[in-house]
């Protein structure tokens, strides 16, 4: 330390000497004035922050998305090893399946919104509109961080095919409990399976967390949903008729706890009008079929 301040000294004394050499009087006389009036102001600021006590204690809040728990794009593969290529090739049925295909109401295509896609819904969309409704109904809300928005979120994909969807939102996000509900049974035991194995090889991100997974049509769905505390609703309805759609907005109206709605198709505007629902905002996101596939976004009103 003391050959730091020896150094610092003689290199300062050898610019004085320098510039007293270079400079005329007047203008040497000039730049010491600068030069004191600096440091005299500056060692001030430094004295005064130094003592000074902040009466308001800082609170430090982290902006923008909590830190993924896990890499789903690294974990699906390995879950989802249940999954046979003939049984994919088939479009996801197992054999003897194919007459629920032709059922009403139900339209079994099989079509994916992939991972980077879950996760723009969530960071763009979800959590902006949830963060919204608390900030009106919460005066704490100031301190709310993404953690506590997802805490609170139970989140149901209606047509969950194999699963996919609500295992990458346990995996990623701090939400606790998803819903799936799916109408095609091989589905639905396929989604079982890979949450066995998530439990089971990644089970400090899986043992808390709750996915519940219903087979059934979607039209028997609303007294689950309010019984499950659905708050958000995802449902990848591109292949629906409107029919289809009416009845899914009327489940949807039958459930008061729903914030959020994110749906191919857009809801049947009579059934909406029941609803504290409004339409929000259109978003794109990449599945399977379509780099830019389109979706509606409905938000809940606030007051
Ligand atoms: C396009 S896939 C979506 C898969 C997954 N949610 C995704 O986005 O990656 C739509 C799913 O809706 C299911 N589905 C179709 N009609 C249904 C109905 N009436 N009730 C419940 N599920 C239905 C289909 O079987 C299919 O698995």
């Not at 054999?95 to 969530?122: C, S, Y």
């Not at 379509?290 to 509606?296: E, V």
Request: net charge neutral.
């Amino acid at each position: 330390m003391s050959s730091q301040i020896a150094l610092f000294g003689g290199a300062a004394v050898g610019t004085l000497v320098l510039l007293n050499v270079l400079l005329k009087p007047k203008t040497f006389r000039l730049v010491m004035m600068g030069v004191t009036a600096g440091a005299f102001v500056g060692g001030t600021i430094t004295y005064i922050n130094y003592y000074r006590k902040h009466s308001i204690k800082a609170s430090f809040v982290p902006l923008g998305i909590s830190k993924p728990k896990l890499n789903f794009s690294k974990v699906q593969p390995e879950i989802y090893s249940h999954l046979s290529t003939d049984y994919e090739e088939r479009g996801e049925l197992d054999l003897g399946e194919e007459h629920i295909t032709v059922k009403p109401n139900v339209f079994a295509q099989i079509g994916v919104i992939d991972v980077p896609g879950v996760r723009l819904m969530w960071t763009k969309h979800i959590l902006p509109i949830l963060r919204d409704t608390y900030k009106t109904s919460n005066l704490e809300s100031m301190s709310l961080t993404d953690k506590a928005v997802e805490d609170d979120i139970v989140f149901c994909d209606i047509g969950s095919g194999v699963g996919n969807v609500c295992l990458q939102v346990l995996a990623e996000t701090n939400c606790k409990k998803t819903v799936g509900i799916e109408v095609i049974p091989s589905r639905l035991r396929a989604s079982v399976v890979a949450t066995e194995n998530a439990k089971k090889a990644y089970p400090e991100e899986f043992q808390q967390k709750e996915a519940v997974w219903i087979e059934d049509d979607l039209a028997n769905c609303s007294e689950k949903l309010k019984k499950e505390g659905v708050n958000v609703i995802f449902t990848h309805s591109w292949m629906f008729d409107d029919n289809l759609m009416k009845i899914l907005s009327e489940v949807i109206a039958d459930v008061p706890s729903i914030q959020c709605v994110i749906t191919s198709r857009k809801l049947d505007d009579q059934k909406l009008a029941k609803t504290n629902l409004q339409f929000y905002s259109k978003a794109h996101f990449t599945a399977d079929w379509n780099d830019q596939a389109p979706f509606f976004v409905y938000a809940v009103k606030n007051s």
